[in-house]
């Protein structure tokens, strides 16, 4: 799996603030795991082409993706805070008309409401230090759901492990049905991301930073 030298420079950017902060080993207590939730039916039926970690561009098109650039980075991590390395992380959202990657998603049935620029569906092989990175849209809502991406890590030997995240301050998210099924605070916080705007960005692109705690390691 590979990634061009400029993208691979940006999750050392994105998540160099982040890292600097932690160390293995430093806490005493355990990391809070991140809530398992649905797949949801919408999981790619079939998968595209293209699945690498940049959403927004399908091969070697030229026209990009509707949507706020957002630069999701994250670690995948085991609750005493090691990195988990070779651990495939995939996501899947919505494009910003509100339709899945899926023959019974949204728009399904109107090919002109749907993005075709929207790869819908990505794959990132975690590093030493646990890292990934995806260039994405932020995500949007479709009905009788709150804005989230969707989120899966498989590791050799393991059922997909799966949850969703979401947009801190997004008034749906207290209606929506999954996200107050997480009643542990800190658990809904992990999942809970702030979208921040990067600085000196032209095209108001964000950032998020989503680190996923797993409850066994790739050995257990």
Same mark, same amino acid.
């Given at each position: ?41 919408? &999981? @790619?039926?079939?998968? $595209? ?6 959403? %927004?561009?399908?091969? +070697?098109?030229? /026209? ?77 809502? &479709? @009905?009788?759901?709150? $804005? ?6 498989? %590791?050799?030997?393991? +059922?997909?492990? /799966? ?58």
């Amino acid at each position: 799996m590979t990634i061009h030298p400029t993208r691979r420079n940006v999750i050392h950017t994105l998540t160099a603030g982040a890292a600097a902060l932690w160390t293995p080993g430093v806490f005493a207590e355990e990391l809070t795991q991140t809530p398992r939730s649905t797949a949801g039916p919408f &999981y @790619p039926d079939k998968l $595209p082409l293209d699945t690498d970690n940049d959403l %927004l561009v399908i091969n +070697d098109a030229t /026209t990009p993706a509707i949507g706020q650039v957002t630069h999701l980075t994250g670690r995948v991590l085991t609750v005493k805070g090691s990195p988990i390395r070779n651990a495939i992380v995939e996501i899947w959202q919505v494009d910003g008309e509100g339709s899945y990657l899926h023959s019974r998603g949204a728009n399904s049935r109107n090919d002109n409401k749907r993005d075709k620029h929207f790869q819908g569906f990505g794959r990132f092989l975690t590093d030493s230090k646990g890292q990934y990175y995806f260039r994405t849209i932020k995500p949007v809502t &479709y @009905p009788g759901r709150t $804005p989230h991406i969707h989120v899966g890590v498989k %590791l050799k030997g393991r +059922d997909m492990f /799966t949850t969703q995240c979401y947009i801190k301050g997004e008034p749906r998210n207290e209606r929506d049905f999954l996200y107050n099924r997480i009643r542990d605070p800190k658990a809904r916080q992990n999942v809970t991301l702030d979208f921040k705007p990067i600085k000196d960005s032209k095209a108001k692109e964000l950032a998020a930073h989503f680190d996923i705690v797993l409850g066994f390691t790739p050995e257990g």
